[in-house]
């Protein structure tokens, strides 16, 4: 499996920008599909977004369509959430996910590999 560990989260106010990172280890980085997803306090994880293998055919949540972008950098393994105009309806633990067993996926049965999650706090 492959290890992923998330970063750049903090607290931001409403209307502001944060990038994530999600740094992995272990296999091929190709070799996987990827995706974030968010867990709110007393709700369920919520699916962000995802990317394909090939870095293409990004793929979003209505919630976030048109002011977060996914994205992922092979050379030094590296995906990334670029997250602007901001709500505090964002605000949740930011989780990076792996799999190899699908070309895309964006349901959190279909991952097997998980980040700690990085929190992300937007103020009004």
């Known amino acids: 499996q492959v290890q992923l560990v998330e970063s750049g989260g903090g607290l931001v106010q409403a209307g502001g920008s944060l990038r994530l990172s999600c740094a992995a280890s272990g296999r091929t980085f190709s070799s996987y599909a990827m995706a974030w997803f968010r867990q709110a306090p007393g709700k369920e994880r919520e699916f962000v977004a995802a990317i394909s293998r090939s870095g293409d055919s990004p793929y979003y949540s209505d919630s976030v369509k048109g002011r977060f972008t996914i994205s992922r950098d092979v050379a030094i393994n590296t995906m990334y959430l670029q997250m602007n105009n901001l709500k505090p309806e964002d605000t949740a633990a930011y989780f990076c996910?792996?799999?190899?067993?699908?070309?895309?996926?964006?349901?959190?049965?279909?991952?097997?590999?998980w980040g700690q999650g990085t929190q992300v706090t937007v103020s009004s």
């Open positions: 996910a792996a799999t190899t067993k699908f070309w895309l996926a964006t349901r959190p049965l279909d991952f097997d590999s």
